[in-house]
């Protein structure tokens, strides 16, 4: 005959449980340039080093400003402004936080892979005095085709 217990069983909790550490902060507060590679991939520049971007920068929620990864016809980039009640998390493949030529903010991390991430804190819109800034929205104007070639076939 089968055996069926119905007392509630009690949970046990597991107290001496601490989160492991994702990051360990490098250099906090500094700037660098938004850059694109021709496959592509976005990345900030700082003293001439390439710094992956972290993947929860990409978010675009509660963001006041969001660019599109599509240039217009004439060659310019477009930036969204958005209002408080309509800052809504888009897709990535069409809309960042940040764009190649943009100003950023943030801290240098390390994982515990060893790689090197850039956290951007806040973007500051471009500068059109930064040479640096002009140049990477160059590269990406001038090498846009071969960029959304290379795009379309790492999705």
């Known amino acids: ?7 509630v069983t009690k949970k046990q909790t597991n107290t001496n449980h601490k989160k ?4 360990t902060i490098i250099k906090r507060d500094i700037y660098g340039v938004v850059h694109i590679a021709i496959t592509g991939m976005l990345f900030v ?6 710094v992956p ?12 400003k ?7 016809k004439d060659s310019k ?5 958005r209002n408080k009640n309509e800052r809504l998390n888009y897709t990535n493949e069409n809309y960042l936080p ?8 943030g801290n240098l991390l390390l994982n515990p892979y060893g790689t090197t991430l850039f956290n ?12 640096e800034s002009k140049i990477a929205f160059n590269y990406w104007k001038t090498n846009y085709e071969e960029i959304e070639r290379n795009r379309n076939k790492n999705k």
């Open 1 to 7: 005959m089968p055996y069926f217990d119905f007392s």
């Open 45 to 50: 520049n700082i003293n001439n080093t390439v």
């Open 77 to 81: 980039r477009l930036c969204i402004v």
């Open 120 to 131: 951007i804190k806040k973007v500051i819109i471009i500068e059109y005095d930064n040479e």
């Open 53 to 64: 971007i972290l993947k929860d920068c990409y978010n675009t929620a509660k963001k006041d």
């Open 66 to 72: 969001i660019f599109s990864l599509k240039l217009n």
């Open 98 to 105: 940040f764009a190649p030529g943009c100003i950023v903010y």
């Open 20 to 23: 492991a550490k994702q990051y």
